[in-house]
């Protein structure tokens, strides 16, 4: 009867531990996969492109956001101000130093107003552990 009980309790225990070690494991893979830094669109209509700009902690120490517009659309207006602006091939860049976690929006006006209807962006950036990100910015 007493080792029927001991195996019991030493079972219980093992199967506690087992359950315990695999909630771990999940929540540290949870963890470890989180974007430090994720790009979105807000809003794409009429002139106007707004994103916005999630960055997790630890943050990454620099940023680079590339938006494409279409080649020769005339670009009115960026805030914050890009880094670079070629209207002929359609691609703004900014470049985010020394980033602290929190949101950034990212707004930008443009012309002709159809030229919003066919943007897409990439946000790339260096893992706090090495190596590089790039991602495109849901829409």
């Known amino acids: 009867m007493f080792v029927k009980r001991l195996?019991?309790?030493?079972l219980k225990t093992l199967?506690?531990?087992?359950?315990?070690?695999?909630f771990i494991t999940a929540i540290?893979?949870?963890?470890?996969?989180?974007?430090?830094?994720t790009g979105r669109y807000i809003s794409v209509s009429?002139?106007?492109i707004k994103l916005q700009l999630t960055i997790a902690s630890p943050a990454p120490q620099n940023?680079?956001?590339?938006?494409?517009?279409?080649p020769g659309t005339q670009i009115?207006?960026?805030?914050?101000?890009?880094?670079k602006i070629n209207s002929k091939s359609g691609v703004v860049k900014w470049l985010f130093k020394g980033v602290s976690p929190g949101v950034t929006i990212v707004t930008m006006q443009v012309s002709p107003a159809s030229?919003?209807?066919?943007?897409?962006?990439i946000l790339r950036y260096r893992l706090?552990?090495?190596g590089m990100s790039e991602q495109r910015l849901a829409r």
């Open 63 to 70: 940023l680079i956001l590339e938006q494409y517009v279409p």
């Open 115 to 121: 030229a919003t209807q066919a943007v897409n962006g």
């Open 15 to 22: 199967l506690l531990l087992s359950l315990l070690s695999c």
């Open 128 to 130: 706090p552990g090495g």
């Open 76 to 83: 009115l207006s960026t805030s914050p101000k890009a880094r």
């Open 46 to 48: 009429g002139d106007t």
């Open 7 to 10: 195996r019991s309790s030493a």
């Open 28 to 37: 540290t893979a949870t963890i470890s996969s989180a974007e430090p830094a």
